[in-house]
């Protein structure tokens, strides 16, 4: 079988405009209005890479401690200053558990 099509990768690249390959662990997300975030984690980096559309792509760094429950607001969830809800944050956390033993390991 010949598959011409791009990989993930590259495609969660050109949507985010970030460094992507094909050794990190990616995760793809829209929420409810349509909203974007991707996730890449490269082995050996202690923390992975987070773009957010409503952030206009602009790439934070996350790690096993980013979600926070402490936002100005009661209830509040946060993550590097940026208010997420409860969908992109169960996912979020679902990425960087997927992704920790990558975070523990040097290449």
């Known amino acids: 079988m010949n598959d011409d099509s791009p990989a993930i990768e590259q495609l969660l690249a050109k949507l985010c405009g970030g460094v992507i390959t094909d050794k990190d662990y990616v995760g793809y997300f829209m929420n409810e209005h ?3 975030l991707v996730f890449a984690q490269r082995r050996g980096e202690k923390t992975a890479r987070l773009w957010h559309s409503d952030m206009d792509w602009e790439m934070v760094r996350v790690g096993d401690h980013s979600i926070r429950l402490d936002g100005p607001l009661e209830g509040e969830i946060t ?8 969908p992109e944050a ?9 992704s920790r033993h990558l975070r523990s390991q040097r290449s």
């Open 34 to 36: 349509g909203e974007e």
């Open 90 to 98: 169960t996912w979020l956390s679902s990425c960087l558990a997927a």
């Open 79 to 86: 993550v590097v200053g940026l208010t997420i809800d409860r």
